[in-house]
């Protein structure tokens, strides 16, 4: 059998694009989550006063993991560093699971952000939401 001269060319061009195709996620997938005990070890240093290191170790995560993008926004509040903390918190805000833990942080720590950059109004509904959950938080009342 005979082939056209540019018929070999063709097929290993596809057989190429079709290796390559299924060596790379689908558009639109989700990211692989974050490694838990990469998570951990970021939560950690926010708690224990270090949350420069705590980005670093972030800083090796996918930003596009909806928690480590909470983690990375709630370091940068702990780094006094309100309007990065607001950017990052803002657009995770509603991919965190309601009434969950890191969405209560988040709502906080945006809330507090937000007034801290001087945002009053802005922070009046989240700092309400906290308020809502945290009765005995004297700062809020």
């Given at each position: 059998?005979?082939?056209?001269?540019?018929?070999?060319?063709?097929?290993?061009?596809?057989?190429?694009?079709?290796?390559?195709?299924?060596?790379?996620?689908?558009?639109g997938q989700d990211p692989a989550p974050a490694a838990p005990g990469a998570l951990a070890e970021?939560?950690?240093?926010?708690?224990?006063?270090?949350?420069?290191?705590?980005?670093?170790?972030?800083?090796?995560?996918?930003?596009?993991?909806?928690?480590?993008?909470?983690?990375?926004?709630?370091?940068?509040?702990?780094?006094?560093?309100y309007p990065q903390a607001i950017g990052k918190l803002m657009p995770v805000l509603g991919q965190l699971k309601d009434g969950s833990i890191e969405?209560?942080?988040?709502?906080?720590?945006?809330?507090?952000?937000l007034y801290v950059a001087g945002r009053l109004a802005e922070a009046l509904p989240y700092l309400e939401q906290t308020r809502a959950w945290a009765t005995d938080n004297l700062e809020l009342a």
């Amino acid at each position: 059998m005979k082939r056209q001269p540019g018929a070999l060319a063709g097929l290993l061009a596809v057989a190429l694009f079709l290796a390559t195709a299924a060596a790379l996620p689908a558009l639109g997938q989700d990211p692989a989550p974050a490694a838990p005990g990469a998570l951990a070890e970021a939560r950690t240093l926010i708690n224990q006063g270090q949350p420069k290191e705590a980005l670093q170790r972030l800083q090796a995560l996918d930003a596009k993991d909806p928690q480590v993008a909470y983690l990375q926004g709630v370091a940068l509040y702990h780094a006094d560093d309100y309007p990065q903390a607001i950017g990052k918190l803002m657009p995770v805000l509603g991919q965190l699971k309601d009434g969950s833990i890191e969405r209560r942080e988040a709502v906080q720590v945006l809330g507090l952000s937000l007034y801290v950059a001087g945002r009053l109004a802005e922070a009046l509904p989240y700092l309400e939401q906290t308020r809502a959950w945290a009765t005995d938080n004297l700062e809020l009342a």
